[in-house]
């Protein structure tokens, strides 16, 4: 059988030996370049570990088959080194990018961060992309001359930026950031070091975040359909994905379901890898980019989907998100794992001493705003069945979450 080839490397890749370099000044490798060190970093990290036992949409307990925050990380990076290797970008900073790109997602996924959000109203909101760079750069305690992993500038700006610019050239916070403001976290970082939040990420960047889509669009119909959140019959509303149900249909008849549905699954990733491969290549082509520097200077972004398949993309997540993320028993135990992070910060934030000592020192200062956010990086490091075992040492009644 034939083996596709990698493209050769392309000019506007992301060089490796033309970092930018660390915060902290490092002696290089002898064995391995800047951006295979950021990877081996997140891997060898505290915080990767944990995603093991966070929500991706199910809680832990409800079987070993739905998709953690660990499992979801892999996928991405998986389909985010296959898109770089057939553009000719640095895969290894694709990989760093997607490895890390979910290290600030709070336990009990979206409903933690809604609640951590609610709890520093007064102080910034609570931002899990913010909260990734500040694991990565203050919290992670592994080195004895710094705090953080000290990763490559590239890691840190395709970290913050793969969703593109925080800002406008003048300064002023890009149309998502109007209302709030740029997180604090990603501000006060960039006191130390400008990651040039006015500008587009690395091409390896754009194509990470574009891999997070692929992963949570073909593992959430596979998770939705083995929670019986809806039947593949209900799926013959997106017209994509019943596109390629009806044609396995016609070359294979009718297989049994697990296979139909891994075959279901393979081939939409299949095309939707191949569509952003050619859109783009399209993109890069036209913009006639000659360095990384000319991707981050672009008046757009270079890593998309067709137009088709953006709309695909809109109507898979337009058909998920009243039948799985807003789904009425979901909703009920999402609500019951906000309370718990509400509780926890509301007790932490009374009684301090109740956060073990090797964090309580870090808490410990007259701000109340930086003693909330500290709080707040705890609470945000659990995983979820730590938030819920200290929830029952300190409440008498704690919720099932079932």
């Known amino acids: ?13 992301s060089d490796p030996s033309g970092s930018r370099g660390r915060l902290h000044d490092e002696p290089a490798s002898r064995t391995r370049n800047a951006f ?87 102080c910034g909101g609570f931002d899990h992309n913010a909260q990734s760079l500040r694991v990565v750069t203050a919290l992670e305690r592994r080195s004895i001359g710094f705090d953080g992993l000290n990763l490559s500038w590239e890691t840190l700006e395709g970290l913050v930026k793969h969703n593109g610019p925080l800002m406008l050239r003048d300064g002023a916070p890009a149309l998502r950031y109007r209302e709030r403001g740029i997180p604090a976290a990603i501000r006060h970082y960039g006191k130390q070091q400008d990651l040039e939040l006015w500008s587009f990420a690395s091409a390896e960047a754009q194509i990470a975040a574009i891999a997070d889509d692929i992963a949570y669009d073909a593992h959430d119909i596979d998770d939705g359909l083995r929670a019986d959140l809806f039947t593949l019959e209900d799926l013959a509303r997106v017209p994509f994905v019943d596109e390629i149900h009806r044609d396995i249909a016609t070359r294979h008849g009718k297989p049994d379901t697990p296979r139909l549905v891994h075959e279901l699954v393979r081939r939409m990733m299949t ?28 008046a757009s972004a270079v890593g998309a989907f067709s137009p088709a398949m953006a709309e695909a ?83 008498d009644s704690t919720p099932e979450l079932r």
């Open 313 to 395: 993309d809109r109507t898979i997540k337009g058909f998920l998100y009243p039948r799985m993320y807003r789904q009425a028993r979901i909703m009920r135990i999402m609500d019951d794992a906000e309370r718990v992070i509400s509780d926890l910060f509301r007790r932490y934030s009374g009684e301090p001493e109740l956060i073990p000592a090797d964090w309580a020192h870090r808490g410990q200062c007259g701000d109340p705003q930086l003693r909330a956010r500290r709080i707040a990086d705890f609470i945000a490091g659990m995983t979820d069945r730590y938030a819920l075992v200290e929830h029952a040492r300190l409440f």
């Open 36 to 122: 295979r060190r950021d990877c081996d970093r997140i891997i060898h990290s505290t915080a990767f570990r944990r995603l093991a036992y966070k929500t991706q949409v199910f809680i832990f307990h409800e079987g070993d088959h739905f998709r953690t925050r660990l499992t979801h990380t892999l996928e991405t990076t998986q389909v985010a080194r296959a898109l770089a290797r057939a553009l000719g970008l640095d895969e290894d900073l694709s990989e760093a990018l997607a490895l890390a790109h979910d290290l600030g997602h709070p336990p009990f996924g979206h409903a933690g961060e809604r609640a951590l959000d609610r709890c520093l109203c007064a």
């Open 271 to 298: 095309r939707m890898i191949e569509d952003v491969i050619a859109e783009t290549g399209r993109r890069l082509r036209a913009l006639n980019a000659r360095s990384a520097s000319d991707v981050r200077l672009a």
């Open 1 to 13: 059988m034939a083996v596709a080839a990698a493209a050769p490397r392309a000019p506007y890749a």
